[in-house]
């Protein structure tokens, strides 16, 4: 790839995910808020070094999703503000240095949302075809098979107007039919009331799945019997989903999109990145568009869906690299709210290398809060869990709410996130005394300041923020190596995955400068020739120019 000069916010930048509920709550009901985001912005942007915010739903909900299930697009549910505190938030992020970016959710609404409403009441309501309402068969069954994401059918028998409506997640979240043009030109009101405000980007919610079969098709079943996803969800699985979203015409709707976000980018470069869960990797590059036309960014879950070994890291990131069109934008993520947490996953060692890998790899960083600590998932007891997807499809560990526990801020009670004599919404974590973020900014060794370091590192280098990449070959099995550089800089990046120690050679590059270790222990001058990566060791290291 060749090094790309004058990158934009979002290219250079790394996003850092806020999930409100769980960062900070300062009006003592136990659940964060918009002010709890105001009141940290000098810990992100100076304290931590990351670049934009994106923000998981604010507006109006019943929480039967938490945020998710969107009662009214254009205000902000009580639990967290007001648009006077998002106003506010906005201002000072921007002076804090910081982009704000929203969830836009188009795929679905709450079925308390007045449109759902006013389209269930009656079939000659002016919004009925707002969402997509089928006949039932003739022996009353629903009109295909289609299964909801998060268990049971797709379908939803409304009694009163005697047709089904179709939900590709919670019955309370009823799909809107985009192949209706008063939708979209209704969902892009939305997008240019929150541009007009100031926001810089779009975090598009379940965006391939605006678009389903025009003839709702039965998907056809999955003969391998593997994963839809990248784990197991039971019923889910038995069908291939070919039908019931990622249809074609899901591209048009995007070009607009972008126009739209390109006639607001004059003065401000406004961006969406989409989240797209899809695994082959030409179907899901489509979503830039042919012409890089379309989103900003798909999201790229692909470290999320590959075993943790270096081999099966390189190949990702080289099939990532072979894939992209010039003008096409790489993004990594480690986790979200949706995911198992990064060192859970792969344990506190390699958390530390995983966390390297994603801030030098080529393209955007989107880091999920609490990862700068190495917050595991916090178990949940049967009776805490909130989640609705593991309450409709329990036992199989499909549960989010481990992952969106507390952000843990000191070692005071439930951690510093909310009042001492308030139950937070969620458990604190049973470790978050010993792990959090005032004492790891004292722990010279933590993986805050680890993050720190190599968020300050990203911030500084040419090579790291928008250089090419090349994979460094010839290196032991169990290592990633790669090198990121532009004309000016060159840095290589060394990633032991295994816990023995492991010899580099990179003498073909002459000398080397150590820059940082996930160890956080040495700098300086190294035998290029032989590096020796200590078990679980992640290095980054500046090449020396000849002289
Ligand atoms: C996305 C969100 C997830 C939500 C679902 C339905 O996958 O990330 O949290 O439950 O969409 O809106
Ligand atoms: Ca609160």
Redesign the pocket.
């Known amino acids: 790839m060749t090094p790309t000069q004058n990158t934009l916010w979002w290219q250079r930048g790394v996003i850092y995910q806020i999930y409100p509920r769980s960062f900070v709550d300062t009006n003592g009901d136990g659940i964060g808020d918009l002010p709890g985001v105001i009141e940290r912005l000098s810990y992100l942007s100076d304290t931590l070094g990351v670049d934009a915010i994106w923000l998981?739903p604010i507006y109006p909900s019943p929480m039967q999703?938490?945020g998710?299930?969107v009662a009214n697009y254009t205000d902000i549910d009580p639990l967290f503000g007001d648009l006077a505190t998002f106003d506010r938030l906005l201002v000072a992020a921007h002076q804090h240095g910081l982009k704000v970016i929203i969830d836009w959710?188009p795929?679905?609404t709450s079925d308390q949302h007045p449109w759902f409403r006013e389209s269930r009441s009656s079939h000659s309501s002016s919004r009925r075809d707002w969402y997509v309402w089928r006949d039932p068969k003739a022996d009353g069954a629903p009109p295909n098979n289609w299964l909801s994401?998060?268990g049971g059918p797709a379908w939803t028998w409304d009694a009163a107007t005697e047709q089904y409506y179709l939900h590709?997640?919670?019955s309370c979240?009823p799909d809107l039919n985009w192949r209706n043009p008063d939708v979209q030109s209704a969902m892009f009101d939305i997008v240019r009331f929150w541009l007009d405000r100031g926001v810089d980007g779009l975090r598009i919610?379940?965006a391939h799945y605006i678009m389903k079969d025009r003839d709702l098709r039965d998907n056809p079943p999955n003969p391998a019997q593997g994963y839809a996803m990248h784990r197991a969800m039971g019923d889910y699985d038995s069908q291939l989903h070919l039908y019931d979203k990622g249809d074609p015409d899901v591209h048009a709707i995007f070009r607009d999109l972008r126009r739209l976000l390109d006639d607001y980018s004059h003065e401000q470069p406004r961006m969406a990145i989409g989240?797209i869960?899809i695994y082959d990797w030409p179907t899901w590059a489509g979503y830039y568009g042919q012409h890089s036309d379309e989103l900003h960014m798909p999201y790229n879950f692909g470290l999320l869906n590959i075993p943790w070994e270096a081999q099966a890291v390189r190949r990702l990131v080289e099939t990532l690299e072979a894939t992209l069109a010039p003008n096409d934008w790489p993004n990594y993520v480690l986790g979200?709210?949706?995911e198992p947490r990064i060192a859970s996953r792969v344990g506190a060692a390699q958390a530390q290398v995983a966390l390297l890998l994603l801030l030098t790899l080529r393209g955007t960083p989107t880091l999920y809060y609490g990862d700068e600590l190495g917050m595991e998932n916090t178990p949940i007891a049967p009776d805490q869990v909130q989640d609705p997807?593991e309450r409709n499809v329990p036992g199989l560990g499909l549960g989010?709410d481990g992952e969106r526990t507390p952000m843990q801020w000191t070692n005071e009670p439930h951690a510093g996130f909310c009042p001492p004599d308030v139950a937070p919404w969620l458990p604190v974590a049973p470790y978050a005394a010993t792990m959090n973020v005032a004492r790891q900014l004292q722990e010279p060794h933590s993986m805050l300041s680890l993050t720190r370091q190599a968020l300050a590192l990203r911030r500084t280098s040419e090579a790291l923020g928008s250089g090419g990449y090349q994979t460094v070959a010839n290196t032991p099995d169990d290592c990633f190596v790669y090198l990121r550089d532009t004309a000016q800089e060159q840095m290589v990046i060394a990633l032991n995955f295994s816990n023995e120690a492991r010899d580099i050679d990179l003498s073909k590059f002459g000398a080397a400068m150590l820059a940082l270790s996930t160890y956080l222990d040495r700098s300086g001058s190294v035998d290029a020739a032989s590096l020796t990566l200590r078990p679980n060791e992640g290095c980054v290291l500046r090449i020396e120019a000849e002289r």
Do not use: A, G, P
């Open positions: 998981s999703d938490f998710y299930d959710v795929n679905h994401f998060f590709s997640f919670l979240m919610d379940t989240e869960h979200n709210h949706d997807w989010r």
